[in-house]
């Protein structure tokens, strides 16, 4: 089974500023795959960045870029330079060998970004 | 190219009735997934299907719930006796293949709201 856990409801950030959402997740698979979404107001999920349990390197996207600590169960998403277009609701997800494709989200964290 | 589509966009119905939502994944994914996000909650997993066949159906909550794909392409949910717990928006998503590695395209969701 996995969990993953978001514990900031809401976040706040101010225009052109770096801001990090933190999640922690948990799983007993030694492969899997954790995924940052975003869901604007309108609904869609958007896929942002993608980081493999077996990759060394954190992933980056553009102003994107994931802050993985395997040790600590840990994978940050961070926004560099934030946008206001960037407000919006931002999921933390993981997918584990075990179970198939299904991918299980945590809560959710609103990033509010002020001109 | 044609993204994942969902119809219809909004459904409303009375309790004790029977709906169906259609999933069009993108074209050549073999992988589709259902999803239902209750407000202010991540998406919870409800089936995956890889080509025609139901791979995990371990989050559908009963058995007024059960969805099909029988050409590998369009899927199906079927709702029977709908209660007003039901209500929700039900995301669909496919990817090209069911690994631990590949991110999932998302549609814009159905609406479902039980009154």
């Known amino acids: 089974a996995q969990k993953i856990t978001q514990t900031q409801p809401g976040m706040f950030v101010q225009e052109k500023e770096a801001v990090t959402l933190d999640c922690t997740y948990d799983?007993?698979?030694?492969?899997?795959?954790l995924f940052w979404y975003k869901q604007p107001s309108s609904g869609e999920m958007i896929f942002l960045i993608y980081?493999?349990?077996?990759?060394?390197q954190n992933a980056t996207e553009g102003r994107y870029s994931l802050n993985f600590q395997k040790a600590r169960k840990s994978a940050n998403l961070v926004i560099s330079a934030s946008q206001l277009g960037d407000s919006a609701m931002y999921f933390c997800?993981?997918?584990?060998?075990?179970?198939?494709?299904?991918?299980?989200f945590g809560q959710g964290t609103i990033l509010t970004v002020h001109p | 190219g044609a993204g994942v589509s969902q119809t219809p966009s909004n459904k409303v119905t009375e309790k004790g009735k029977y709906v169906e939502l259609r999933c069009d994944p993108i074209?050549?994914?073999?992988?589709l997934y259902w999803y239902r996000q209750s407000l202010g909650q991540g998406p919870e997993f409800l089936i995956y299907?890889?080509?025609?066949?139901?791979?995990?159906d371990s989050g559908l909550p009963n058995d007024r719930f059960f969805a099909v794909r029988p050409e590998g392409s369009v899927s199906t949910l079927k709702i029977q006796r709908t209660e007003r717990g039901d209500s929700a928006v039900y995301l669909c998503?496919?990817?090209?293949?069911?690994?631990?590695?590949?991110?999932?395209?998302f549609g814009p969701g159905t609406r479902l709201t039980v009154t």
């Open positions: 074209s050549g994914h073999t992988a």
């Open positions: 998503a496919s990817s090209s293949t069911g690994g631990a590695t590949y991110e999932q395209y």
């Open positions: 799983t007993s698979d030694q492969s899997y795959g």
């Open positions: 997800a993981m997918r584990g060998r075990s179970s198939y494709g299904k991918l299980t």
């Open positions: 299907f890889q080509g025609t066949g139901a791979a995990d």
């Open positions: 980081q493999g349990s077996y990759d060394e």
